[in-house]
């Protein structure tokens, strides 16, 4: 079943055409990622989706609903989780949520208990009767996503989520946010961060001047890399390498304790990691150099 299905979308902003004939199908349940380079339709996308932006031209459905014909009934299955803050911040975190709810007709008790539930799973609880306005800015963040689903929708559009957020909590809001996919919520993520893509997503499309550009599994996309470069780290000196090393993994010193090699097609990690057990060299552990999808995004959006 088709969560979004997208045909031949056209949008001109006067003479501009801002989309060319987007075609573009999300299943129910997929985890999909949108890629773009600045300028290049992302965000009018998700405007239509929304009934922000009018289309020029064809056909949008949001779960088999054609946003022409019954657009409230087809705005109720999605919410977006936009980048810029958009709610009361003289308002108590609790209320913003609960508001919310009620926008959706959920009765008082379930609105609550859902409230309670997302304000936990996002790490809110103890802010719960605070002012927005005193919440750190990924606070709100984190506001931002309770809001979008206490109403449950079955398809909700993150874009950029974790934008400005350290590390440690990136990695817990992918966490959350995977065990929502589990549940069969479609999720549809636009991303800077690459690494995102491959440790979240299914599926992906890149959007390049105003068109989509490759629309594909994100395991099939991976595979179209020619080679990847790979770091190594030992915990022993190395003091040189071997020619046929040199040769076979164009392998260089970076220092003392570094290698890099570049691994292509004609090899694997296991062709790789044999060679080096032949000449004793013992690595702790590795890394890719730049992350594969950024190399991949670059390479065909250039």
């Not at 609790?94 to 609550?112: F, G």
């Not at 936990?120 to 005193?134: V, Y």
Request: include cysteine; glycine fraction near 0%.
């Amino acid at each position: 079943m088709k969560a979004i299905k997208i045909e031949k979308l056209v949008k001109n902003y006067w003479d501009n055409k801002v989309l060319k004939e987007v075609n573009l199908e999300i299943e129910k349940g997929d985890f999909f990622a949108l890629l773009w380079h600045n300028w290049a339709g992302k965000t009018t996308i998700i405007s239509i989706l929304t009934n922000l932006v009018n289309k020029n031209s064809w056909k949008v459905e949001i779960n088999w609903v054609d946003i022409d014909e019954n657009f409230s009934l087809a705005r109720s299955y999605i919410w977006v989780v936009p980048q810029e803050f958009n709610f009361d911040v003289f308002a108590k975190v609790k209320d913003i949520v609960m508001t919310q709810a009620w926008y959706y007709w959920i009765n008082k008790e379930i609105a609550s208990e859902r409230t309670n539930y997302y304000l936990e799973k996002l790490w809110l609880s103890e802010k719960a009767n605070s002012k927005a306005r005193e919440l750190s800015w990924w606070m709100k963040r984190r506001l931002m996503i309770a809001r979008a689903l206490v109403h449950e929708p079955k398809i909700l559009i993150l874009d950029e989520p974790t934008a400005w957020v350290d590390v440690e909590l990136r990695k817990s809001m992918w966490e959350f946010i995977k065990e929502l996919n589990e549940k069969w919520t479609t999720i549809l993520l636009t991303t800077h961060y690459l690494e995102e893509v491959e440790a979240l997503c299914k599926n992906v499309a890149i959007i390049n001047k105003w068109e989509i550009v490759e629309n594909t599994s994100v395991k099939d996309l991976l595979s179209k890399l020619d080679e990847e470069i790979i770091l190594l780290y030992s915990s022993k000196k190395i003091w040189n390498l071997d020619k046929e090393l040199i040769e076979k993994f164009w392998a260089k010193l970076v220092n003392e304790t570094e290698i890099e090699v570049i691994i292509s097609k004609k090899h694997n990690l296991n062709d790789l990691f044999n060679s080096l057990n032949e000449f004793w060299i013992q690595i702790n552990s590795f890394r890719n150099k730049i992350n594969r999808l950024e190399k991949l995004f670059l390479d065909i959006t250039k």
